[in-house]
C-alpha cells in the first residue's frame, strides 16, 4: 500500500481549514489507483473512509465520514460542481457557475451544444475556488451527489478497468471481508463437480475464469457470461475454447443461451449484485437451464445466520460495503423451498458460503 498527503480544504461553522489529510492507495501496471481510501486528524479524532477504486467515489466516502457540521470544501461539494457524462478523466469535475441545469439530461445537452465547455469548465475533483459555496438541501444542482452509490458496486466499464489486475488483488486480499478464504471457497466449488467430461458448464458472472479454469483444463465444456467485456477477455486467455456471452444477469439469460441446458450452472462472488427478488427471479430461470439431474452452485459472501452477518460487518467496520445484497441462509431458504429446489448450503469461510440448488 503506498501514500502520500495531501491538502485539503475543510469547511467548519463557515471557517475554511486546510488540513493535511493521507491518501492510501495501491498503484496497479495499468499505473491506475487502486483501494483509495483516506486518513484524516480533525478535532482530535482519526477518520479513516471506506476504500474504492474511484477518486471521486473515494472523496465521497471521506465526506459520509466527517462529523455533522464538518464538510470537504471542493468543486464536488459546491453547488456549482457538476459531473459529465461525456467527460472520460478519473479526477474530472466541471464548474456549473451560471449555467442552469438541474438534471443529468440537462447537463448532457449543455455539453453537446457547447462542447468546448468540456475544456473551458474543467476543474479537479479536490480544487476550490472563490465562487465556491455549499450545497444544500433547496440549492442542489449536481446530478450525482454525497449519496450517490457505487455501482464496485462498479459498473461494467469500472469492471474493464479492473480486469488486467482482478486476480492480483483477490490474493491480495484473500484475508478477511470480503474475500476471507477465496481459494477455498472455489476448489469448494470445483469439487463439487462430478459429472462427465465433456459436461456443459454455465459460469455466471465468469468474470476472469478463476473458477472455471481448471474445470476446462479436465475437459468440461464451458459456458461464461459477464457483463464485462474486459473480464470477458481475461477468461479468454484462460479458456481459449470456451464460449463466452456479454450480458447483464439483471437481465436475466441472454438470448443467444435461451433453449440451452446445463448439467451445472456455477457462479463465484457475483450474485451479490442483485437484491433478493431478483435473485429468486433469476433462479428461476437459472432452474429452468438445468438438465433433470442438473445442479445450480452459488459461491458469495454469504452467511447462516443474520446474528454472523451483523458480526462479519461490526469486524469489517469501514470496509462494509452497504451497496451489496449478501445472502443469509435462514432468511432466504424458506423462499427456495418454494420454487421447488433442493437447498444445501455450507459456510467455508467467516464470511463466504457455497449454495447447492437441485431440482
Not at 457470461?225 to 481475461?234: H, I, Q, R, T, W
Request: proline share 3%.
Amino acid at each position: 500500500m503506498l501514500e502520500t498527503t495531501i491538502a485539503i480544504t475543510y469547511i467548519s461553522n463557515g471557517i475554511f481549514l486546510e488540513v493535511p489529510t493521507k491518501m492510501l492507495f495501491r498503484k496497479c501496471m495499468d499505473e491506475a489507483c487502486r483501494d483509495i481510501h483516506f486518513e484524516v486528524l480533525l478535532d482530535n479524532n482519526v477518520i479513516k473512509s471506506k476504500a474504492s477504486h474511484s477518486m471521486e467515489y473515494a472523496i465521497a466516502y471521506l465526506q459520509k465520514q466527517l462529523p455533522e457540521g464538518i464538510a470537504i470544501a471542493c468543486c464536488q461539494s459546491c453547488r456549482y460542481g457538476n459531473f459529465c457524462p461525456l467527460g472520460d478523466m478519473e479526477n474530472e469535475i466541471f464548474c456549473f457557475k451560471g449555467i442552469s441545469a438541474d438534471s443529468r439530461e440537462a447537463i448532457l445537452k449543455v455539453f453537446i451544444e457547447k462542447p468546448d465547455l468540456l475544456t473551458d469548465r474543467s476543474r479537479n475533483l479536490l480544487s476550490i475556488c472563490g465562487a465556491f459555496m455549499p450545497i444544500n438541501e433547496r440549492n442542489h444542482y449536481t446530478y450525482n451527489s454525497w449519496n450517490l452509490k457505487e455501482d464496485i458496486m462498479l459498473d461494467n466499464k469500472g469492471f474493464d478497468q479492473w480486469s488486467g489486475e482482478y486476480d492480483s488483488t483477490i490474493e491480495g486480499f484473500s484475508k478477511g471481508y470480503p474475500f476471507e478464504g477465496y481459494y477455498d471457497v472455489l476448489a469448494f466449488v470445483q469439487g463439487k463437480i462430478e459429472g462427465p467430461q465433456g459436461s456443459n458448464i454455465l459460469d455466471v458472472g465468469v468474470g476472469t475464469g478463476l473458477l472455471t479454469q481448471e474445470l476446462y483444463k479436465q475437459g468440461y465444456k464451458i459456458y461464461g457470461l459477464d457483463f464485462s467485456e474486459g473480464m470477458v477477455a481475461e477468461a479468454r486467455i484462460k479458456m481459449p475454447q470456451g464460449n463466452f456471452y456479454i450480458g447483464d444477469m439483471k437481465n436475466g439469460i441472454p438470448k443467444e443461451l435461451e433453449g440451452m441446458t446445463f448439467d451445472y450452472i456455477v457462479s463465484s462472488y457475483a450474485l451479490h449484485h442483485l437484491n433478493t427478488q431478483e435473485r429468486l427471479n433469476f433462479l428461476m430461470q437459472l432452474k429452468d437451464a438445468l438438465t433433470e439431474q442438473g445442479q445450480i452452485i452459488i459461491a458469495d459472501v454469504a452467511f447462516e445466520t443474520r446474528l454472523a452477518l451483523e458480526k462479519c460487518r461490526t469486524e469489517a467496520g469501514n470496509d462494509w460495503d452497504d451497496d451489496e445484497y449478501y445472502i443469509v441462509m435462514e432468511e432466504l431458504k424458506a423462499a427456495l423451498v418454494q420454487l421447488e429446489l433442493k437447498v444445501n448450503y455450507t459456510q467455508v469461510s467467516g464470511c463466504a458460503g457455497v449454495l447447492q440448488l437441485k431440482k
